[in-house]
């Protein structure tokens, strides 16, 4: 079991904390690569269907330090994203008609222009979605009101909960992680979050806490919910079963813990071609805190920006030139085309 | 070098015992892959009877493999622990209820 740890792999100068480590092992494979696999499949050529999704990193900073994080956030990450990329944010979407926008970091709310933001995303329609840590809520005064300001523009929160039990949150989030997300939940659920008749959503994600892949979603779905009914009093919408991808501090926890190798070959034995059509890259575009533009989440913490001529930045976003793009592919692509499949949302079969 | 009986690799070559029986052994795996579907019990049900036999029968293989699948069926330790307890619980009572045998051997012997 790996210690907690209290600062980024970069905070650390660990030699994860560099992109081309990561790839130079991700790359390293025996097995057959991610891209022939879909060659195998007669998908030599893999393009978006559409963009529907426009995911927002607002920055890497968090208070947490989650194990798993493939986003290596931290207390001690100083990246966020400036008011101005965030005026070309709206900008794009201006001349789009993306409907949904997915506000995710670190934890989104320390970006000092959050709620302006959120603000100007509701002015405009928008269906907002935050990635929330929960604890977050309860990090100090000046967060305690999130869930109304949540609730005064329907933004829709998508929280991780790795297991209804402390022990296992714990050892994946932070020590007293678990009690803090249960009082945040509450928080959530006092007004009007997560409730059966309600239409403010609350939705949470179970990422598994080690080197195995997620449960049935399904399943998991009716366990927690019986879980946190009966002993919190608690309610949610969703849950989203994701798989943990071998990047970053997933990666580091893999190959500390001499289960880098298995964990792929886990992977692949469960790769599943009807997983693949629904993967997030097809219908996502993922904006970097610095405005670069990538195919999803992932890339964008190995820093594989968007190439083949599609512009990739938000300054020059054209909805026309990114939907013909090439989706950028290696070998952490089998994390989301395993069992079920895996995406911000959940499963994609 | 070492000598084990017991290598993790050899998981991996399970497979293998097909090699030189090879009808028998597609039957195995067959019946094997089936037994452990859904059925009447759940994926998640069989794999903690999984767990606890493997302790059993105190086999490092099954015990390896089958605390993986627990968790990936979304079991907790809680429940693998007491999995194994109930495991525990059978071979100690089977080992004790003998004892009613050597009750009635003592009095078919004394007086």
Redesign the interface.
């Known amino acids: 079991m790996l210690k907690e740890r209290k600062i980024s792999l970069q905070g650390q100068d660990h030699q994860l904390s560099h992109t081309d480590k990561q790839i130079a092992i991700l790359e390293d494979l025996e097995q057959v690569s991610f891209s022939h696999r879909l060659e195998e499949l007669g998908k030599s050529s893999f393009k978006p269907t559409s963009i529907d999704i426009f995911q927002v990193n607002l920055g890497k900073m968090c208070n947490q330090v989650c194990k798993h994080c493939h986003v290596d956030a931290g207390p001690d990450r100083k990246e966020i994203m400036t008011r101005e990329t965030m005026q070309l944010c709206l900008d794009a979407l201006d001349q789009s008609d993306i409907s949904t926008i997915d506000l995710t970091g670190g934890a989104p709310e320390m970006n000092p222009d959050f709620r302006w933001f959120v603000e100007e995303l509701s002015r405009r329609g928008k269906h907002i979605i935050v990635r929330c840590n929960l604890t977050i809520i309860l990090a100090s005064k000046k967060y305690n009101d999130l869930p109304l300001f949540f609730k005064k523009h329907k933004v829709e929160v998508v929280s991780s909960l790795p297991h209804f039990s402390a022990r296992r949150t714990d050892a994946q989030r932070g020590e007293g992680v678990f009690e803090k997300s249960i009082q945040a939940l509450k928080m959530l659920n006092n007004v009007g979050y997560g409730l059966a008749d309600s239409d403010l959503k609350l939705n949470l994600v179970y990422n598994p806490s080690g080197a195995f892949l997620p449960a049935d979603q399904a399943g998991l779905e009716a366990e927690f919910k019986r879980k946190l009914k009966d002993g919190y009093d608690i309610a949610f919408n969703e849950l989203y079963a994701i798989t943990n991808l071998p990047i970053s501090r997933f990666l580091d926890y893999l190959v500390a813990s001499e289960n880098y190798e298995d964990y792929m070959q886990k992977l692949i034995d469960a790769f599943n071609p009807a997983a693949v059509d629904g993967v997030m890259c097809r219908n996502t575009i993922s904006i970097g805190w610095d405005g670069y533009l990538f195919d999803c989440d992932f890339n964008q913490m190995l820093d594989l920006k968007l190439n083949h001529g599609a512009p990739n930045h938000i300054r020059d976003f054209n909805v026309d030139l990114l939907t013909k793009r090439e989706i950028i592919l290696n070998n952490h692509c089998y994390g989301c085309t395993a069992g079920a499949g895996s995406s911000c949302g959940g499963v994609t079969t | 070098m070492d000598k084990t009986y017991y290598d993790p690799k050899d998981l991996k070559k399970f497979g293998n015992i097909t090699e030189l029986q090879p009808e028998l052994g597609k039957k195995f795996f067959d019946y094997y892959g089936d037994v452990f579907k859904e059925g009447a019990l ?3 049900e069989k794999s903690l009877i999984a767990l606890a036999v493997s302790h059993a029968v105190q086999c490092p293989y099954c015990i390896d493999a089958y605390t ?1 699948d627990s ?4 079991a ?3 429940q693998m622990m007491e999995a194994i307890h109930v495991a525990a619980a059978i071979k100690s009572g089977a080992l004790l209820v003998h004892g009613v045998q050597m009750m009635n051997k003592i009095d078919d012997l004394t007086m």
């Open positions: 759940t994926q998640r993986s968790l990936e069926k979304g907790d330790e809680t």
